[in-house]
């Protein structure tokens, strides 16, 4: 038998195709499932491996829903040399029903799952039963899809935050789905939230679902409202999903002037309040600018979810895992604006639309219908 893959390749020339190969399905070995896979979503972290930095404008639809190109700037070509003529295999996350197992993994067969496994928007998915996450009965594939990159990168910053002794978060492109479940979270611990977004609409959907402190980085005041909200809840750590632009200096240079407000005394090398933001996402491609007003104690830095993982140990990470399993349809729950087929992943107008990144606008790919 043979299974649907969606992949992507960059040639040295600067021509990026996507298409949907068959590779034949394995047998499990020992410790291993093999999974059906029902569901997987588009992520901005999935972007950056399926079209990278290729032009959108350019594509190309070879044959529909089974091959597409487009070109990579050439001023962008050696941003992408490592994986030259590599046909690499897409998709982070996703769930499906395990329909066979090895040995030792039987106990699995039947069963739900979500995993972070590499290689999802495929038909079938072979992986170490150590790598999935079993969802609790009644649970189905749709709902489980985003069950790890999501959830856990949002509990990840919660457990940032107290790990360096942060009291406080700011979080920005707040309206995103990684957004609400951080304010759900953040509510839940009684954690100060500071969130930034860029439409009143935004403002409006956060406050509904409680969020107190939420600047519009698009208003004339958001310097001010930022200020204030920073002297509110004395936050002090922030997570960037933007990368481009100058919102990180805008947080560090708000979080020095509110730290400057219940300063004893004038120092020329700033206050002695370290300040720190970790640009985890790259929704604006331009280059991060710095405008150093912020004195000499401020961090600036990247932050993924694996190295995070790494740090917190598998009896804390197993912790985790189960509480987004045992919240997936109220804390951690997401919402798809559309779902596609592998091929239909592939139609022209389906691909201009997911990467635009907009919020509200999620796709799942279903790849077995």
């Not at 020339?13 to 896979?37: F, N």
């Not at 487009?70 to 040399?81: A, D, F, G």
């Not at 996402?281 to 790494?310: E, V, Y």
Request: aromatic share 6%.
């Amino acid at each position: 038998m043979k299974s649907k893959q969606l992949k992507s390749k960059i040639s040295a020339e600067g021509l990026l195709t996507i298409s949907i190969d068959e590779e034949e399905i394995p047998e499990p070995k020992d410790g291993e499932v093999l999974i059906k896979v029902q569901a997987t979503p588009i992520n901005p972290s999935d972007l950056g491996l399926l079209v990278g930095p290729a032009d959108i404008t350019s594509i190309n639809e070879i044959e529909k829903g089974k091959k597409v190109e487009m070109r990579v700037p050439e001023n962008l070509i050696r941003s992408v040399s490592a994986r030259f003529d590599q046909n690499l295999p897409v998709g982070n996350e996703g769930a499906g029903l395990v329909e066979s197992a090895g040995k030792g993994a039987e106990d699995l067969i039947g069963k739900t799952v979500g995993l972070a496994g590499g290689a999802m928007y495929s038909e079938y998915r072979c992986v170490s039963a150590n790598n999935c996450l079993v969802m609790n009965e009644g649970t189905t594939a749709e709902q489980a899809a985003s069950c790890f990159v999501n959830p856990l990168t949002a509990l990840g910053m919660v457990e940032t935050m107290k790990m360096e002794n942060h009291k406080g978060l700011v979080h920005t492109a707040a309206a995103s789905n990684l957004g609400q479940m951080l304010i759900k979270i953040c509510l839940s611990e009684n954690v100060p939230l500071v969130n930034i977004v860029r439409k009143d609409e935004h403002v409006e959907l956060l406050r509904s679902l409680g969020a107190e402190h939420v600047c519009n980085s698009s208003s004339d005041s958001f310097m001010e409202d930022l200020v204030k909200s920073l002297i509110e809840t004395g936050a002090t750590l922030g997570f960037d999903a933007t990368g481009g632009g100058k919102l990180a200096s805008q947080i560090l240079t708000a979080m020095e002037i509110a730290a400057n407000k219940s300063a004893t005394e004038y120092s020329r090398y700033g206050s002695d309040q370290f300040k720190q933001v970790y640009i985890y996402g790259g929704l604006d491609r331009n280059p991060t600018t710095l405008t150093r007003s912020f004195g000499f104690s401020w961090g600036l830095g990247g932050w993924l979810l694996t190295p995070f993982i790494g740090k917190i140990g598998m009896e804390r990470f197993g912790e985790l895992r189960q509480k987004v399993a045992d919240e997936i349809d109220t804390t951690f729950q997401s919402k798809y604006s559309k779902i596609v087929s592998l091929e239909e992943a592939l139609y022209k107008e389906n691909i201009q639309a997911y990467t635009k990144q907009a919020t509200g606008d999620k796709y799942l790919i279903k790849p077995d219908s």
